[in-house]
C-alpha cells in the first residue's frame, strides 16, 4: 500500500509557494539475499535545503522494491530506506523525470551507490572513483597513522597534495561541463580550500547564472540563489527527519514534546536550541580557557570505536565543537581542511559533532568530504560525560574550538576561518 498522499500535499504547498511544479521520479531496485528483508518495508526520502520529506513505501518482494512520487524541485538528494535494517541505500543525486535502477547493498549510510538512470549521479561516481582519488584516499589512511617525526611523512605529504592538484583539475572541469547544480556545488566545495576569495566569489555567481533555480545552491551560501533566506524548517521535515531516524533505529533528532502528544508540558527541546548553560548548574567546574591543562576523554567515531584525542601523535590538536545542522559549521570545514593539508605535521583536527542523528553526522562528514583528513568522534546526550564537557568546553555555541600544544594545555581558542593558519604561519615565522 502506498502512504505518499501526506507528504504529497506537503510537497505541493511547497513548490506552489515558491513556483514550482512537483516532478516525478522512479526507483527500483534489488537487495542482496544476505539481507533477509522478504516482505519488509522499503521507504524513499528525500532531502534539500534544511528539509526533508516520506515519497512512498512498499512491500519488498522476491527481493524487489519499487518506489515513486513527486520531488518539489528539478534536482534533490533521495535515500532509500529499509524497515529494521540500519543502513540506506546511501545519498542518490535525482533530477525530474529520472528512472533509476539500483543494487540496494550495506553502505553503512554513508557514500553514493552506482545506479543507472541518474545523469547527475553517475556523472559524479565517476570522479569519486577516479584512480587519483582512491590514491589519496589511502596515502592519508597510511599519513595518519605514522608518529609525528617520522620520515616518511614529508615524502607522504608531497603526494598527497600532488594528488589533491591533480583531483582539483578533475573538479574543475566537472564544474565546467555538468549539468547538474549539485555536481557543480559539490564540486566548488572540494575546490573552496585552494579558492581566494575573488574565486570564490565569481564561482558562486558562475553557479548561480548556470543553475538559477537550483535548490542545492543553498549548501554554499545558507541562502536561495536569489539571495534570500532559506525557510525555516517544517514541522512536516521535522517528522519526516524522525520518521528516518525510527526505521534506522537512531535517537530522534527533533524528540516530540508532551503537547505534540496530547500532553501539556514540554519534554525535550530539540538539539538545534538546546545547547546548556555553563551557569545553569551548580555542579559546574570551571571552563577551560588560555594556559589551562585539558583532560583527556573518549568518544564514539563513526564506526562506534573509542577514540581519545591525545590518541593523535601531532604536536597541536584543534578540539571543534560542530553539528551537522550548523550552517557556520559546515562552512568551516574548507578552512580546517585546508590547515591540515598545509600544517599536517603539526596540526591534528579532532571533530566532536553535537549531533543526536547518526545517520545526518556521518552524511555531513560524505558531503564535506572531510572523513579522511579529520577525526570524527560523536558526543551524545546518551553519553555519561555529556554534561561535563559542554560545561568544561563552555559549548553555548557552535562551532566553537580551542587548539591544544604539546603539553595539552589551551593556546587558542575559537579560531576560525583563516585563522587558524595565520595562528600557525606566525608560529612557523617566529621559529
Not at 512498499?58 to 532509500?80: K, M, N, S, W, Y
Not at 605514522?146 to 572541469?173: K, Q, T, Y
Amino acid at each position: 500500500m502506498k502512504h505518499w498522499l501526506v507528504s504529497l500535499l506537503f510537497l505541493s504547498s511547497a513548490t506552489l509557494a515558491l513556483g514550482q511544479r512537483p516532478s516525478p521520479i522512479h526507483i527500483s531496485g534489488m537487495v542482496a539475499d544476505s539481507l533477509e528483508v522478504e516482505g519488509r518495508t522499503a521507504y524513499l526520502f528525500i532531502s534539500f535545503e534544511n528539509q526533508a520529506a516520506f515519497i512512498d513505501s512498499c512491500r519488498i518482494r522476491g527481493g524487489h522494491f519499487v518506489l515513486e512520487g513527486q520531488i518539489p524541485f528539478d534536482e534533490v538528494t533521495a535515500e532509500v530506506l529499509i524497515d529494521r535494517v540500519p543502513l540506506s541505500s546511501g545519498s542518490i543525486v535525482v533530477r525530474s523525470g529520472d528512472r533509476i535502477e539500483f543494487d540496494f547493498a550495506p553502505l553503512g549510510r554513508m557514500g553514493r551507490p552506482d545506479v543507472s538512470g541518474s545523469a547527475s549521479q553517475e556523472e559524479l561516481c565517476r570522479l569519486l572513483k577516479a584512480p587519483v582519488v582512491a590514491l589519496r584516499k589511502r596515502l592519508q589512511a597510511e599519513f595518519m597513522q605514522l608518529p609525528a617525526g617520522d620520515n616518511r611523512r614529508a615524502a607522504l605529504g608531497e603526494r598527497i597534495d600532488s594528488c589533491f592538484r591533480a583531483e582539483a583539475v578533475l573538479w574543475r572541469e566537472l564544474l565546467r561541463t555538468t549539468r547538474s547544480g549539485f555536481n557543480a556545488v559539490y564540486a566548488c566545495l572540494n575546490l573552496l580550500p585552494d579558492m581566494t576569495e575573488r574565486e570564490q566569489t565569481e564561482t558562486y555567481a558562475y553557479i548561480r547564472t548556470k543553475f538559477p533555480d537550483n535548490v542545492n545552491f543553498s549548501t554554499l551560501t545558507g541562502t536561495t540563489p536569489s539571495g534570500m533566506p532559506i525557510a525555516a524548517m517544517t514541522p512536516e521535515s521535522r517528522e519526516a527527519f524522525n520518521r528516518y531516524a525510527r526505521i534506522v533505529g537512531d535517537p530522534l533528532p527533533y524528540p516530540e514534546t508532551r503537547e505534540e502528544r496530547g500532553e501539556s508540558e514540554l519534554t525535550i527541546t530539540p538539539p538545534d536550541s538546546a545547547v546548556p548553560d555553563a551557569e545553569s548548574s551548580a555542579a559546574s567546574a570551571s571552563v577551560y580557557g588560555p594556559g589551562d591543562l585539558v583532560a583527556d576523554f573518549s568518544l564514539p567515531d563513526r564506526n562506534g570505536n573509542a577514540v581519545a584525542w591525545s590518541s593523535l601523535a601531532t604536536p597541536y590538536v584543534l578540539l571543534d565543537f560542530w553539528a551537522s545542522w550548523c550552517g557556520p559549521c559546515r562552512e568551516e570545514v574548507p578552512s580546517l581542511l585546508a590547515a591540515v593539508r598545509d600544517y599536517g605535521e603539526e596540526l591534528s583536527v579532532y571533530a566532536v559533532s553535537i549531533d543526536e542523528n547518526l545517520n545526518r553526522w556521518k552524511q555531513a562528514i560524505e558531503a564535506d568530504g572531510s572523513g579522511e583528513a579529520l577525526t570524527h568522534v560523536i558526543l551524545r546526550k546518551d553519553n555519561a560525560n555529556y554534561d561535563s564537557l559542554f560545561r568544561r568546553f563552555d559549548i553555548r555555541t557552535i562551532p566553537h574550538n580551542l587548539l591544544l600544544d604539546e603539553e595539552r594545555r589551551v593556546v587558542a581558542v575559537d579560531l576560525r576561518g583563516d585563522a587558524l593558519r595565520e595562528w600557525f604561519e606566525k608560529v612557523s615565522q617566529n621559529n
